[in-house]
């Protein structure tokens, strides 16, 4: 079906359920991403000195698309105001740890940096911009990259 556009309003319009499904389509990339890594966190490594909440396992989250002003936007990111139940230690510290290579501020090298490596294997390698690409092209847009 064939959409009159007249003006930069109904542009607008016509291409914010394209945008929403882009922006929402990338949040869940980088979702799934984090949760792999967050649990990656917790496999092989079983505390001695500390009672485990997993708290953090379970702290990512994802919103849904929508427009802001004339940006489409969505969050991903770690609920660190969720995370009350550790002893000593504050959820950002705990999340702020598993940054670092740290479990429970223990070192621990085998461990991945959970923030940084979602962003390294989601933005920085070039996934997200070739799934873009990839979704608009679906879409019937023409883009060169």
Known sequence: MAIHISNMNDLEK??????????????????ETLNY????YYVGWT?????????????AVKTEAKMVGNKCVASVYIDTDSMDNYVNATG???ATWANSGYHGGLSVSHKPHVWD??????????????????????????VRV
Request: proline share 3%.
């Open 37 to 40: 890594f967050l649990n990656d």
């Open 14 to 31: 016509a291409l914010q359920p394209v945008m929403k499904g882009l922006v929402n389509q990338l949040a869940e990339e980088v979702y």
């Open 117 to 142: 490596d979602t962003m390294d294997n989601t933005i920085n390698n070039g996934n997200l911009l070739k799934s873009a690409v990839a979704y608009l092209k679906s879409k019937g847009f023409s």
């Open 47 to 59: 505390p001695s000195s500390y009672r485990r909440t997993q708290d953090f396992l379970y702290s």
């Open 92 to 94: 950002y510290q705990v």
